[in-house]
């Protein structure tokens, strides 16, 4: 799978505010003090806060703080404005975000290529704590064996807490869990539907479903309102959603989703259609496609806060003492080079 990022940044910030929504204060104080921790908390996080949330009060400050926590990995996966070429050597870790199970073309796919796939599908993380090659399911339950450790420092919990905010809403959005698979088209997988060209909405499958929870560009009071509204109008499904606290669940239900409203006729059909043609031509999805999308991925983005929730209450370490007032930084000075810039 290439580096598209699982919902954009509003979309993870709108399931981490339903997260929130839902915590005692006592583990939202415990969140933020331990975020405070992170290595990177000056650069990265009062570095990227934007101006209206700098103007608001401690409660609106500390709730963007955890929202912005679950965009953090995205934040760490390229070089740019206070994100150094070491930080992502440090922090960015591609393979985390996804788990490719298995969607088929057509049965004769499938009796063709079930033999022959070696994608990483296991469940358990593996000893190294900083495996590169774990998938969205182990590098979840990774984050919280760190997170749970008394012999960890706070400073990698801290990361690991921005890390399992994050990964918790990737594994829910259906196309970060499965990948189709075709002898002609897609022997290797089209990489979670980024190698489907669609007209418009990013201009593939996966960016399509990456941007249906809110628009790219989204300011932080629009992204608070969608989680409250999310909230009222969910509730009852969030709270039945946090009963079931396994990650690998988690993934199986978005593979479903992903055969179910993903992978529907409209997809399938064209791609079977230029079965043996060199070139996919983009696709027109209907509007039903993507009012669907829209509702699945906000019913996704429920269920993700809820279920982060759950996992979280009373498992951060306690908040320690008082901490000092939070200072805006200095703006950066401008620089006529372009070290540590990367795209």
């Not at 415990?30 to 409660?59: C, K, T, Y």
């Not at 994100?83 to 985390?96: C, L, Q």
Request: net charge negative.
């Amino acid at each position: 799978m290439s580096i598209a990022h699982a919902w954009n940044g509003p979309g993870h910030q709108t399931i981490d505010l339903v997260a929130w929504s839902q915590l005692a204060e006592a583990d939202q104080a415990a969140a933020i003090d331990l975020l405070r921790d992170h290595p990177r908390f000056e650069q990265h996080f009062l570095g990227s806060m934007p101006s209206n949330v700098w103007a608001g009060s401690d409660a609106e400050i500390d709730a963007w703080i955890f929202a912005h926590a679950g965009t953090w990995p995205d934040q760490v996966r390229s070089a740019r404005g206070q994100v150094t070429r070491d930080d992502v050597r440090r922090y960015g870790r591609s393979t985390w975000h996804y788990v490719n199970l298995w969607v088929f073309l057509s049965d004769s796919d499938r009796d063709a290529l079930a033999g022959k796939l070696t994608n990483n599908r296991e469940t358990e993380p593996t000893d190294d704590r900083d495996d590169r090659n774990q998938n969205v399911v182990q590098a979840i339950g990774n984050s919280l064996r760190i997170i749970d450790d008394p012999a960890t420092d706070r400073q990698a919990k801290a990361v690991s807490l921005c890390w399992f905010l994050h990964l918790a809403g990737d594994v829910h959005q259906p196309l970060h869990s499965s990948a189709l698979y075709s002898v002609g088209r897609f022997p290797a997988g089209d990489r979670g539907g980024n190698s489907i060209p669609v007209r418009g909405h990013g201009g593939d499958l996966h960016a399509l479903w990456d941007r249906a929870i809110l628009p790219r560009r989204t300011d932080f009071n629009r992204v608070r309102k969608e989680a409250l509204d999310l909230v009222q109008e969910h509730a009852e499904s969030g709270k039945a959603a946090a009963a079931e606290l396994e990650p690998k669940q988690w993934a199986v239900d978005s593979w479903r989703l992903a055969r179910a409203m993903v992978y529907t006729d409209a997809v399938l059909a064209p791609i079977t259609a230029a079965d043996g043609s060199p070139r996919l031509h983009k696709l027109e999805l209907p509007t039903k496609y993507l009012r669907d999308a829209g509702i699945t991925s906000k019913h996704r983005a429920v269920q993700a806060g809820y279920r982060i929730a759950e996992t979280l209450k009373g498992r951060l370490p306690a908040a320690e003492g008082v901490r000092e007032p939070l200072v805006r930084p200095a703006e950066p000075e401008a620089s006529g080079g372009g070290a540590g810039q990367q795209e």
